[in-house]
């Protein structure tokens, strides 16, 4: 940890000065207290927002975006508690939520994650974005040393986070993180805000799990209880996960009466049937759509294909 101590004084002297002049932002990192013991750090493509839970017993991290960040990410958790950073929690496999486990091994904090996550770590990982895309095995260092099956719990500065596996949803190694005492959840990617769902069928992912987590954390929610998204601008709530499994719900009945009609794809894409949807949700350009209604479709026909005609 002395090692982590020297490395955070050098990063906070350079960035002295656009820090004490404005508490709520390390530069990099937009800071936001959630509620509680929790904050959460945005960056400005509003990608892989990190959670960090603090008190006097050390800190817990959810997530930790790419290798470049780290030392923003350092900057900005010492702008909120100067105890130890202890662990880390990776919500899921992708790049933009465990690049930093590398560095952070380095300077002695533990990584945790569901075991497949960790599992798939152990080889190149490919992504349906545009046709597929493949990021590098990550180095050995970046590997989570503690997994669980099913679920975990931290009990840290006076209060349990809870952390579980999901339904098979954004993967099939998605994590939720309740911190029950501060009443913040962390949902990683099977939540975004600011557009449609990304289902990774690549590893695991399944629209209509995504349908399932989502309605299981509006039923762990309570009326005051603050969400962090893994992507999207903004902490969110029970009303914010309400409005994304609607446009789900939306999606999947309206795909579902075109794969009723046994019409192929492309009629269905014909058929825009998230027109209405598409200026709020379509409007990230790689994931758009054209990328979710193949999803949707093809896994509502699998599962018209797997119930027997009625005799
Ligand atoms: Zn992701």
Redesign the pocket.
Same mark, same amino acid.
């Given at each position: 940890m002395r090692r982590l101590h020297l490395r955070i004084m050098t990063v906070l002297c350079l960035l002295l000065p656009a820090w004490a002049s404005a508490q709520q932002s390390s530069g990099f990192f937009k800071v936001t207290h959630v509620a509680g013991n929790v904050h959460m750090l945005e960056a400005p493509d509003t990608d +892989?927002n990190i959670g960090v839970f603090s008190g006097p017993d050390g800190v817990l991290l959810i997530d930790d975006r790419y290798d470049r960040d780290t030392e923003n990410l350092l900057a900005a958790v010492r702008s909120v508690s100067d105890a130890e950073i202890r662990f880390v929690v990776n919500t =899921?496999? /992708?790049p #933009? =939520?465990i690049g930093g486990n590398n560095n952070l091994a380095a300077y002695g904090v533990t990584i945790l994650a569901h075991d497949d996550v960790r599992l798939r770590m152990l080889t190149e990982l490919r992504i349906p974005r545009r046709g597929g895309i493949t990021f590098p095995q990550p180095p050995a260092a970046a590997l989570p040393v503690i997994t669980y099956s099913d679920a975990i719990s931290f009990h840290l500065n006076g209060e349990e986070v809870r952390v579980f596996i999901a339904p098979p949803a /954004?993967?099939d190694g998605d994590s939720f993180v309740h911190f029950r005492g501060s009443d913040v959840l962390h949902l +990683?990617?099977v939540f975004r805000t600011n557009m449609y769902p990304?289902i #990774?069928v690549y590893n695991g992912g399944s629209f209509l799990g995504m349908i399932e987590a989502m309605e299981l954390a509006i039923e762990i929610a309570g009326p005051d209880t603050q969400v962090i998204p893994? =992507?999207g601008s903004g902490v969110s709530d029970r009303e914010g996960m309400q409005e994304v499994l609607t446009m789900m719900y939306d999606i999947r009945d309206r795909v579902a009466n075109l794969v009723a009609q046994g019409l192929p794809l492309e009629d269905v894409m014909a058929a825009a049937p998230t027109a209405h949807l598409d200026a709020r949700w379509g409007q990230v350009p790689s994931w758009t759509a054209a990328d979710v209604i193949p999803i949707v479709y093809e896994e509502l026909r699998a599962l018209q294909n797997s119930v027997p005609a009625n005799p």
């Amino acid at each position: 940890m002395r090692r982590l101590h020297l490395r955070i004084m050098t990063v906070l002297c350079l960035l002295l000065p656009a820090w004490a002049s404005a508490q709520q932002s390390s530069g990099f990192f937009k800071v936001t207290h959630v509620a509680g013991n929790v904050h959460m750090l945005e960056a400005p493509d509003t990608d +892989g927002n990190i959670g960090v839970f603090s008190g006097p017993d050390g800190v817990l991290l959810i997530d930790d975006r790419y290798d470049r960040d780290t030392e923003n990410l350092l900057a900005a958790v010492r702008s909120v508690s100067d105890a130890e950073i202890r662990f880390v929690v990776n919500t =899921h496999v /992708h790049p #933009d =939520h465990i690049g930093g486990n590398n560095n952070l091994a380095a300077y002695g904090v533990t990584i945790l994650a569901h075991d497949d996550v960790r599992l798939r770590m152990l080889t190149e990982l490919r992504i349906p974005r545009r046709g597929g895309i493949t990021f590098p095995q990550p180095p050995a260092a970046a590997l989570p040393v503690i997994t669980y099956s099913d679920a975990i719990s931290f009990h840290l500065n006076g209060e349990e986070v809870r952390v579980f596996i999901a339904p098979p949803a /954004h993967t099939d190694g998605d994590s939720f993180v309740h911190f029950r005492g501060s009443d913040v959840l962390h949902l +990683g990617d099977v939540f975004r805000t600011n557009m449609y769902p990304i289902i #990774d069928v690549y590893n695991g992912g399944s629209f209509l799990g995504m349908i399932e987590a989502m309605e299981l954390a509006i039923e762990i929610a309570g009326p005051d209880t603050q969400v962090i998204p893994g =992507h999207g601008s903004g902490v969110s709530d029970r009303e914010g996960m309400q409005e994304v499994l609607t446009m789900m719900y939306d999606i999947r009945d309206r795909v579902a009466n075109l794969v009723a009609q046994g019409l192929p794809l492309e009629d269905v894409m014909a058929a825009a049937p998230t027109a209405h949807l598409d200026a709020r949700w379509g409007q990230v350009p790689s994931w758009t759509a054209a990328d979710v209604i193949p999803i949707v479709y093809e896994e509502l026909r699998a599962l018209q294909n797997s119930v027997p005609a009625n005799p």
